[in-house]
Antibody
Framework: QVQLKESGPGLVQPSETLSLTCTVS????????VSWVRQPSGKGPEWMGR???????AYNSALKSRLSISRDTSKNQVFLKMNSLQTDDTGTYYC???????????WGQGVMVTVSS | DVLMTQTPVSLPVSLGGQVSISCRSS???????????LHWYLQKPGQSPQLLIY???NRFSGVPDRFSGSGSGTDFTLKISRVEPEDLGVYYC?????????FGAGTKLELK
């Protein structure tokens, strides 16, 4: 069955770089896109960016200068790197299977990231 | 960015009752390909969002027919009939017509 699982550090220092990994199973990264979505506690989700099935990327313009999404298809993994973290980057980060510009049908369990010194 | 406005913020309901949630967008969500990319999600406490309705009115696999979506242009509605305990949580609308994709702030469905 389709599964996605995020992994990464739960605590990041201000101004440091966040690195997260999304490991997928049950589908191919060359057939489906994967998006990253984050959610501050008690607030609505925010779409961050996408790794298209063909290897192209798309980013939320609000984050584009700080964000990079890449993948390793041999390991079924998609990576998120975001630099210059601040306290308002605190929240839960999800990876989702993305029906290529349509809807997000399967989500990982999420990883809570706290930005604090 | 397209602003998605959901109302109400909180929605008390009795089990077995019927409710409607509104989602309005600041721009038309009709894509140049003719589709309208407006979707609905439910986030239960402590869980990830789960897809309920895609492209305005299509129920995702396994979603009961108590859930229905409608609307066009900038005005959309999710209706839930015969509310059950597992329907409680926060409902979000999402538009994927325009970049960047944007979510509503959520409507919390809770027991009266």
């Amino acid at each position: 069955q389709v599964q996605l699982k995020e992994s990464g550090p739960g605590l990041v220092q201000p101004s440091e770089t966040l690195s997260l990994t999304c490991t997928v199973s049950g589908f191919s990264l060359t057939s489906y896109s994967v998006s990253w979505v984050r959610q501050p506690s008690g607030k609505g989700p925010e779409w961050m960016g996408r790794m298209w099935y063909d290897g192209d990327t798309a980013y939320n313009s609000a984050l584009k200068s700080r964000l990079s999404i890449s993948r390793d298809t041999s390991k079924n993994q998609v990576f998120l790197k975001m630099n210059s973290l601040q306290t308002d980057d605190t929240g839960t980060y999800y990876c989702t299977r993305d029906e290529g510009g349509d809807y997000f049908d399967y989500w990982g369990q999420g990883v809570m990231v706290t930005v604090s010194s | 960015d397209v602003l998605m406005t959901q109302t109400p913020v909180s929605l008390p309901v009795s089990l077995g009752g019927q409710v409607s949630i509104s989602c309005r967008s600041s721009q038309s969500l009709v894509h140049s390909d003719g589709n309208t990319y407006l979707h609905w999600y439910l986030q239960k406490p402590g869980q990830s969002p789960q897809l309920l309705i895609y492209r305005v009115s299509n129920r995702f696999s396994g979603v009961p027919d108590r859930f229905s979506g409608s609307g066009s242009g900038t005005d959309f509605t999710l209706k839930i009939s015969r509310v059950e305990p597992e329907d409680l949580g926060v409902y979000y609308c999402l538009q994927s017509t325009h970049f960047p994709y944007t979510f509503g702030a959520g409507t919390k469905l809770e027991l009266k």
